[in-house]
């Protein structure tokens, strides 16, 4: 093992359990389909102390393929994300029909071991897009730029409007179902089936990181008396006023430059690219919700007394062990718990820890990075001066004060309640159709993403201005 001569792509680090990482690694490395020619493979991908990180060479030969085949047709990438979404369709009527499966106690170890590769193939298909977004954000940036200079208009204005996703996410659909709830429940109306509708759809938000941790019955019904004692019609209002907003700028963007096919094609493929970023994962993290059953009966019979300790298997392992009627070994589970690691080509998916992980540890190197300047990608412009509030665990959002300066790694759905305090968002990940950059437009909040430093260069009271003109932020005492 050699792997000191590579140069790494870190994209971001999240505390997934390997059942999570195993999956989309090895799609990528053993790619299921070739969606519409595009090979997706990558040679070295992992997974390590958390961070998901991939060779330069491989990332940049991906985007390089992507590029040429976009090159070639103008609307690849979109009819790429559209087979992307057909393929994500057959794997939710598959959960769906496992969610409705009574009585999986009664099914053979052979059974439960069929069901669940079934799962792994269907999600392996999947994985081959799930890098997609990623490797092309930035080029599909620039050509919008360039292309809204070559019309001499006000390029931030118009590129705002079109980087601002119209199409609803699962943040913009759960905010709409929980208000209408609440107004039904304010008004003295029976809310029990659209409580459980709501449950199923949008109850699996905190499982972002695959470790079986959903909002309850008990959350929702908390959060809807508080909010049935504001003012629910307006906040409705409110909200429709400002999607509709949205969607008639975004309709007044397409109509003015709707002589220009390339950029219309390019404006089309940014809004698809911006919401199946996020979508892609989101997806994902919803699917355990409906293979709970499962996931608890399969613990069961490898003698696991906590079910969630089947997530530090691997998927190889658990239809191995449910096949031969053998016990997992916990000893290796809660050595996997301390540390884990996979590398494609190098671990040949298994999941390296202990004594292998600390070998790994000393391959893999990372670009140093500065701990004083704190540069990185503005996403919704402004000049703002605040106090750091340094989150790192959603436990510190508790800390954040109005007019804070949030710095964070990065944000997902779970900071959103939080964000109304902020004058500003510092990430150290993201590019520019990320969680924070997408929300950070949707709320005008001044952003910069991408600094790879802020929450090491930055602690908590630091006094800074954020200067999301020019992607910088400054220390000022």
């Known amino acids: 093992m050699n792997l000191k001569h590579l140069r790494w ?78 393929c994500f369709d057959r794997n939710t009527k598959f959960w769906k029909k496992v969610y409705n499966i009574k009585n999986l106690n009664k099914l053979s170890n052979d059974e439960l071991a069929d069901i669940f590769h079934e799962y792994i193939e269907l999600i392996s298909e999947y994985g081959a897009y799930i890098m997609v977004p990623l490797y092309i954000e930035f080029d599909l940036s620039d050509f919008i730029r360039k292309k809204l200079e070559e019309h001499k208009v006000d390029v931030d204005k118009y590129y705002t409007i079109i980087m601002n996703p119209v199409k609803e ?63 629910v019609k307006e906040l409705i209002y409110a909200f429709e006023e400002e999607q509709a907003e949205k969607k008639k700028k975004y ?141 790192l665990s959603m436990e510190d959002l508790k800390k954040l004060k109005k007019g804070d300066v949030l710095v964070t790694d990065t944000t997902t759905p779970n900071y959103v309640p939080f964000l109304h305090k902020v004058s500003a968002i510092v990430t150290d990940e993201g590019g520019i159709t990320c969680h924070a950059a997408v929300i950070s437009r949707e709320m005008k909040i001044p952003c910069i993403i991408g600094t790879h430093n802020a929450s090491k260069a930055l602690k908590d009271g630091d006094m800074v201005e954020v200067d999301a003109d020019n992607g910088v932020v400054r220390k000022l005492s």
């Open 9 to 86: 792509q870190n994209f971001h680090t999240r505390k997934r359990r390997p059942i999570y990482i195993h999956l989309i690694l090895e799609s990528m490395h053993n790619p299921r389909i070739k969606p519409l020619g595009y090979d997706p493979y990558v040679k070295y991908f992992g997974h390590i102390d958390y961070k998901v990180i991939m060779s330069k060479h491989d990332y940049e030969a991906n985007r390089e393929r992507l590029l040429k085949l976009m090159n070639e047709n103008d609307e690849f990438l979109l009819k790429l994300i559209e087979k992307s979404f057909e």
């Open 169 to 231: 996410g699962q943040i913009l659909r759960e905010k709409e179902s929980f208000l209408k709830m609440a107004l039904k429940f304010k008004n003295g109306k029976d809310i029990e089936e659209d409580l459980k509708k709501h449950i199923e759809e949008f109850s699996w938000m905190p499982n972002s990181c695959y470790t079986e941790t959903y909002h309850t019955r008990d959350y929702y019904i908390n959060r809807i008396k508080e909010t049935s004692k504001k003012d």
């Open 251 to 391: 309709q007044e963007v397409l109509e003015k430059f709707q002589d220009d096919k390339k950029l219309i094609t390019l404006i089309k493929t940014a809004q698809e690219n911006i919401f199946y970023r996020s979508f892609r994962s989101e997806r994902l993290y919803q699917s355990p919700l409906y293979l709970g059953n499962l996931f608890r009966e399969m613990a069961k019979r490898l003698g696991l007394e906590d079910y969630r300790d089947i997530l530090w298997l691997i998927s190889p392992e658990i239809i191995k062990l449910l096949r031969n009627n053998e016990k997992a070994d916990k000893k290796m589970i809660d050595e996997r718990k301390t540390g884990f690691a996979f590398i494609t080509s190098v671990t040949d998916g298994r999941c390296a820890s202990g004594k292998e992980l600390v070998e790994l540890r000393k391959e893999v190197i990372f670009d140093e990075v500065s701990k004083e300047e704190v540069k990185g990608n503005p996403t919704y412009k402004g000049k703002v001066k605040g106090r750091v509030c340094l989150v």
